[in-house]
């Protein structure tokens, strides 16, 4: 069972000079909900996703963020507000451990003066990084081990166990489960089911279209900056979803409730 609306935009507009690549669109996502948005190249996912995390503004349209009306001047104002963006580059940073990728932008440091200088509580954060990957599901070697020393498989997990973990709100993921085996990828699923049980309104753009069959609740199918269909996963199967994204299928736009 989902709750309550947690994020919604409403009627959303976004031009790049000639080509306009949101036309109309509104999505509501429900707290405890995993939503698949799906489409083909140049539908519109993208510039969505950058609307919704903060990196774009919309040319007109409004979002809402637990009822309240919000408008993001940037990425970390989103993020500061709940809503967590793991975008297709995980945005690891390769040198340093899993602890301290975890905590990146938002590290530890220790009490007192030595803390005032900078100085960090390495433990502390391997401690805790240890404590919150573990609890989302992923079991990484050591948290103080180098994330170039890691398959990647075990990054993208990090990756996406850093975002779940820190995430308040909602979480948008975008192709989690890209180039990974099949293996990696049910691990990269479990871990969005984890998400939802945590209460999070999870976003799930992906093109691996079994993944989205298996893991969401409702899907979102977006073609040339509209959205086309909203409907209960249930009412899709690979053939009806491939036709609607590709509009072999005719389909009428059902708004989420």
Do not use: C
């Not at 995390?53 to 349209?61: K, L, N, R, V, Y």
């Not at 940073?93 to 390495?122: C, D, M, W, Y």
């Not at 990696?184 to 969005?192: F, H, P, S, T």
């Amino acid at each position: 069972m989902t709750g309550e609306v947690i994020y919604e935009i409403k009627n959303a507009s976004k031009r790049y000079g000639s080509v306009i690549a949101l036309d109309g669109a509104s999505l509501k996502i429900h707290a405890g909900e995993v939503v698949g948005l799906v489409g083909d190249n140049g539908a519109g996912k993208s510039t969505l996703v950058k609307v919704l995390s903060g990196a774009h503004q919309p040319d007109g349209g409004q979002m809402f963020l637990e009822g309240k009306e919000v408008s993001w001047e940037s990425p970390r104002q989103a993020l500061e507000a709940g809503v967590e963006t793991l975008y297709q580059d995980s945005g690891l940073a390769p040198h340093l451990t899993v602890s301290q990728n975890v905590f990146l932008g938002r590290e530890i440091t220790v009490k007192g003066i030595l803390g005032k200088l900078g100085f960090l509580s390495k433990k502390k954060m391997e401690h805790e990084a240890h404590r919150d990957l573990e609890a989302v599901g992923i079991a990484v070697p050591a948290s103080n081990r180098a994330v170039s020393q890691l398959s990647g498989g075990q990054r993208q997990a990090v990756a996406i166990g850093r975002a779940v973990a820190w995430a308040k709100k909602v979480i948008i993921l975008d192709e989690p489960t890209n180039h990974l085996g099949a293996r990696q990828a049910g691990e990269v699923l479990n871990i969005i089911r984890n998400a939802k049980a945590k209460g999070l309104g999870v976003i799930f753009i992906s093109h691996t279209l079994p993944h989205v069959l298996e893991v969401t609740d409702r899907i979102v199918v977006l073609r040339l900056g509209r959205i086309v269909k909203d409907a209960p996963t249930s009412e899709f199967n690979g053939d009806t979803l491939i036709g609607t994204i590709t509009g072999t299928i005719q389909t009428i736009k059902v708004e989420g409730d």
